[in-house]
């Protein structure tokens, strides 16, 4: 049986971490995108389908070529962020589930039913998406997911090779800066949003 972990590792993740605007000037290595991959993709996906298409955007060209598809307010986090990961979604995620997972038919489940496979691959992707933020502050990074963008021209300007890869969302990903962070906005007591039946 596994211990829980301690009160400091929970503060890493969830209590203490937060959403940056900025970061300082620290760079972040290509070992740890690496790093935050090897451990995000152990997270559950249904059928282990595992849709998640990341591009990571680490030279001036490219976060530059992406600030060009988010909106006026995120420009400049994108651009002066260290890196910034497009967590994209495979829609033809089902092609590989024979190697993924090879314990049933399970790309039938999904061949020729595109809605079904939309929605289960923004679904899974969105998961893995919280994956990568977990991920990262565990190996203490922070981030800034973001959903200000122009979807169709990331796609366009990305994913352009892979037309069955679609944006879910983008991050920021770096040492966080503590000067660009709001005050913490409100966590709502158990009661609030919950009910046991």
Known sequence: MREPLNDAALDTLFRDARTYNGYLDRPVGEEQLHAIWDLMK?????????????IWCVSDEARE????????GNRDKVRKAPVTAIIGMDVEFHEHLPE?????????????????????????????????????????????PMSGFDAEAVDTAFFADQPGVKTNFISTLGYGDPSTIYPRSPRPPFDRFNRIV
Do not use: M
């Open 100 to 144: 993924l997972f090879p314990h049933a038919d399970a790309r039938s489940w999904f061949a020729g039913n595109t809605a079904l496979r939309e929605a289960s691959a923004f679904r899974n992707s969105s998961l893995q998406g919280a994956y990568f933020i977990i991920a990262a502050r565990a190996l203490g990074l922070d981030t800034g």
């Open 42 to 54: 152990w997270g559950p996906t249904s059928a282990n389908q595992l849709p998640a298409r990341l």
């Open 65 to 72: 070529k992406l600030a060009g598809c988010v909106s006026e």
